[in-house]
């Protein structure tokens, strides 16, 4: 599969104006209607337009990017909320003397 990325065909103007075409539709429809096959259909196509314009491996390295910047904020976003669910629990066991 990555072999064919580096012998990339010059991307004649039908084609171009084809996957242009294509990624202004999708970022209009996703606008006005955001649906999850018009959210699909929009980023394939930018992933096609970037493979072609600037080429594989600075796309591979923005989605690599993308990607890891993702995960660490989902895992950020799950050690916060871990710790303030830890704090909100040792104020409620603390805070009600009745409750003992």
């Known amino acids: ?15 171009s104006g084809l996957i242009w075409a294509v990624m202004l ?9 955001p649906r999850k096959t018009g959210v699909q259909t929009f980023v394939l196509s930018t992933i096609a337009r970037m493979i072609f314009s ?5 796309t591979l390295l923005i989605l690599g990017t993308i990607t890891v910047s993702h ?7 799950a050690k916060w909320q871990n710790r303030v669910k830890n704090i909100i629990d ?11």
């Open 25 to 33: 539709v999708s970022a209009a429809i996703v606008i006005t209607l």
């Open 54 to 58: 600037v080429g594989p491996e600075p």
């Open 1 to 15: 599969m990555i072999y064919c990325f580096f012998f990339l065909p010059e991307l004649g103007q039908h084609l």
């Open 71 to 77: 995960i660490t904020v989902f895992y950020l976003k």
């Open 90 to 100: 040792l104020r409620m066991r603390y805070s009600c003397r009745s409750c003992r």
